[in-house]
Nanobody, 127 residues
Framework: QVQLVESGGGLVQAGGSLRLSCAAS????????MGWFRQAPGKDREFVAA????????YYADSVKGRFTISRDNAKNTVYLLMNSLKPEDTAVYHC????????????????????WGQGTQVTVSS
């Protein structure tokens, strides 16, 4: 089993920045790709960004491309999401996810790929 704990959320004004962290514990040797998803009130959980096991490959939703950056530090078992130029529509609960299988990058945007999920951290962007 893998446990994921997110942190770093908060309230920020539009145009501001936040950095989210996701610390993994447990059977971390089994983790391959990791991703970030978000869920706004009344909406489905949507893909934000994903990163390969080595960190060499990344994948972003069009809505965040150029503003958000995903990275990981395998020595610290942590994945990060740096969010710049935040907009009110970025307001959501952000969830970290981990994939235990070796899956191709073109499916990283699918929720069903990920076996492990964190509880989420709230991000609120005021206008």
């Amino acid at each position: 089993q893998v446990q994921l704990v997110e942190s770093g959320g908060g309230l920020v004004q539009a145009g501001g920045s936040l950095r989210l962290s996701c610390a993994a514990s447990g059977s971390i040797f089994s983790i391959n790709a990791m991703g970030w998803f978000r869920q706004a009130p009344g909406k489905d959980r949507e893909f934000v960004a994903a990163i390969s096991r080595s960190g060499g490959s990344t994948y972003y939703a069009d809505s965040v491309k150029g503003r958000f950056t995903i990275s990981r530090d395998n020595a610290k078992n942590t994945v990060y999401l740096l969010m710049n130029s935040l907009k009110p529509e970025d307001t959501a609960v952000y969830h970290c996810a981990a994939d235990r299988d070796t899956t191709p990058a073109w499916v990283w945007g699918r929720r069903g790929v990920y076996e492990y999920w964190g509880q989420g951290t709230q991000v609120t962007v005021s206008s």
